[in-house]
């Protein structure tokens, strides 16, 4: 069966200090992955997805970044953290085919910079 | 992209039904309607998706107007564990064909009284 990790769960940085969040998926090849953040009280916004190594799509400007170094790897990064980076990130995989683009969730990793 | 209007939020009590609207009057003829749910401190789980016809599975039901333009989640008999954030998406088919994206909005938060 295909899952999804994510990790840390939980994280406190200060502002002005790097950023590298983790997932990997397994159990599937070529999946397409996706990056959300969620502030709090809000909705899940789409911040990168990929469809293959090396392959980012952005959504939005944003002061993070993404990497895709091996097909079921997904990186986010960032070279200095902003206090409006603060939020719930959840990473993503979708699986297409045929009707139903079903998404795996990670369990999230909750930011907080300070 | 099409989209799609929710309340924000709802009440029920244990033990009653649930009809969970959703509104999407610009859906395409090849958008399928998905449900997500999101449990508090959690990412969102899959729980169910249709085209035309009415779905029902071990979660929940869906019911899909027959213009495509509105549909209902409907939990049977609400319990505690089902207080989430619901959400209501379209599939979205960018230019480039086989990428695919969910889009969430904020969703439905629902309250279930014991």
């Known amino acids: 069966s295909q899952t999804i990790h994510q990790w840390p769960a939980t994280l406190v940085q200060p502002v002005g200090s790097p950023l590298s969040l983790e997932c990997t998926v397994e159990?599937?090849?070529?999946?397409?992955l996706y990056w959300y953040r969620q502030a709090a009280g809000r909705g899940l916004q789409l911040l990168f997805y990929?469809?293959?190594?090396?392959?980012i799509s952005s959504e939005v400007p944003q002061n993070l970044s993404a990497s895709r170094p091996q097909d079921r790897q997904f990186i986010l990064s960032s070279k200095k953290l902003l206090l409006s980076d603060s939020g719930f990130y959840l990473c993503?995989?979708?699986?297409?085919?045929?009707?139903?683009?079903?998404?795996?969730f990670g369990q999230g990793t909750r930011l907080t910079v300070v | 992209d099409a989209k799609t209007t929710q309340p924000n939020s709802m009440e029920s009590n244990e033990e009653e039904p649930v009809h969970l609207p959703c509104n999407h009057s610009t859906i395409s003829g090849t958008d399928y309607i998905h449900w997500y749910r999101q449990l508090p401190s959690q990412g969102p789980e899959y729980v169910i998706h249709g085209l035309t016809s009415n779905v029902n599975n071990r979660m929940a039901s869906l019911a899909i107007a027959e213009d495509r333009k509105s549909s209902t989640l409907i939990l049977h008999r609400a319990t505690l564990r089902d207080a989430a954030v619901y959400y209501c998406?379209?599939?979205?088919?960018?230019?480039?064909?086989?990428?695919?994206?969910?889009?969430f909005g904020k969703g439905t938060l629902l309250t279930v009284n014991p």
């Open positions: 159990g599937t090849s070529n999946p397409n």
């Open positions: 998406i379209l599939r979205d088919r960018n230019s480039g064909g086989s990428n695919y994206k969910l889009t």
């Open positions: 990929s469809v293959g190594i090396g392959q």
């Open positions: 993503a995989w979708i699986r297409i085919g045929g009707s139903n683009t079903e998404a795996f």
